[in-house]
């Protein structure tokens, strides 16, 4: 990739360097395409579910096998991006995510559909380590590295805003075009791509033990707690599978401790601001997701709301994260990482309160106003964790680094659309489990918040 040099002491700005603003581009692009195909989906579940038929717990499968191989691919799409570049592997996810959609599009029942949903998940997980790698290769400046995140960001974003808005409109035609609108995007990322420098290459190992280990253990939780909400925690299949992901669990740490190439080295974790950061990521996902997940819900089976009017709750929010994610990069850079993380989480944690007080008002504006809050407080709080993150490695560390912060950002989000969704499975008292979802994601927030309190401000 091209030095972003016009000398040997002055740097380039962004602006002068065209590689580096493609590749910020495409990186954006993935980003959003990853988030949107988690959230777009949540407003035509309704529909899905009425269609190809499925229970609730049937649905929660059609979001969690994507985020389940999501994040426990992640780890070794990290090992892979630095292994053989970020370009080729970004490649590689971009082209399994357009096979994938496809076969999402086309589904005739909803175990192919759940199966097609888990195979666009682990193209998404090779994809998004890379797409935080280009950027660092692009912004070896740390300034303008956090700004160029706060751009990547707003992919994420806008996908958030956007995704429900354009689930229900989609969904009212076909909810099938809710997967093909995947296939122009990827078609336009994959030009792009042959206008990035090469990536460089790091030779490493792969893990496999610590690999099988790391899924074991994701399956066993995620299958556990859904389908323990569904049929009970005292069944003996769902007391195995949770037994089977605490025992993975332990044997993945071990692996990680004693082997010569772990896919997630514990020495990661000496650096305090790492460990917050991933606190903060695993606290994002289970307030962001998580409530998407249960309000999409909320305004279709409990408020009676079309998936397009659903959709449409959720427009006010757009406007403020993309703002969030623009505002972010300059509030790091003035007031440091802390401030803006702590006021981020503080406002998603007011947003949820709003939804806990006023649910059983049966208002569709508090809603709204959840959305809204939840949506800036987030958008601000984690372009700076992340920058965060990135600091904490040198740059031949970036990919595995990104993976792992993307990983505990990805089992948040599976473990809250699990319990939520267990929560949410007396349809008759609808109301009460969504009010304990956010009781629990706000005082999972809340500890994130108190913890970023401590992330030192250069």
Known sequence: MPTPTTSLSEPVRPAANPAARVALVLASLGFFLITLDILIVNVALTTIGRELGGSTSGLQWVIDAYTLLFASLLLFAGNLSDRIGAKRAIGWGIGGFLVASVACAVAPTLGALIAARAAQGAAAAIM??????????????????????????????????????????????????????????????????????????????????????????????????????????????????????????????????????????????????????????????????????????????????????????????????????????????????RVPVVAGLTTMVLGLVVVIVLAPTDSWAAVAVCSILTGAGGSVAMPPATSVVLASVPAERSGTASAVFNTFRQVGGAIAIAVFGAFLADRADFVAGTQLSFVVAGAVILVAAAAATRIRTA
């Open 128 to 337: 998004l380590p890379a797409s935080m790698a280009l950027i660092r290769e692009a912004y070896p400046d740390p300034r303008e590295r956090a700004h160029a995140l706060g751009i990547w960001a707003v992919g994420g974003a806008v996908a958030g805003a956007v995704g429900p808005i354009l689930g229900g409109a989609l969904t009212t035609l076909d909810w099938r075009l809710v997967f093909g609108i995947n296939l122009p995007v990827c078609v336009v990322m994959l030009v792009m791509l042959t206008r990035v420098g090469s990536s460089p290459r790091r030779p490493s190992r792969f893990d496999h033990a610590g690999q099988v280990l790391a899924l074991l253990t994701l399956a066993g939780l995620v299958f556990g707690l859904i389908e323990g909400g569904a049929v009970g925690f005292g069944t003996w299949y769902v007391l195995t599978a949770l037994v089977v992901a605490v025992l993975a669990l332990v044997g993945f740490v071990v692996v990680q401790a004693r082997g010569q190439h772990p896919m997630m080295p514990l020495d990661l974790f000496r650096s305090g601001g790492m460990r917050i950061a991933l606190g903060v990521g695993f606290a994002f996902m289970v307030g962001n997701f998580g409530s998407v997940f249960v309000l999409s819900l909320y305004l279709q089976q409990h408020l009676g709301l079309s998936p397009l009017l659903a959709g449409l709750v959720f427009l006010p929010s757009a406007a403020f994260a993309i703002a969030g994610n623009i505002v972010s990069g300059s509030l790091a850079n003035r007031f440091g990482a």
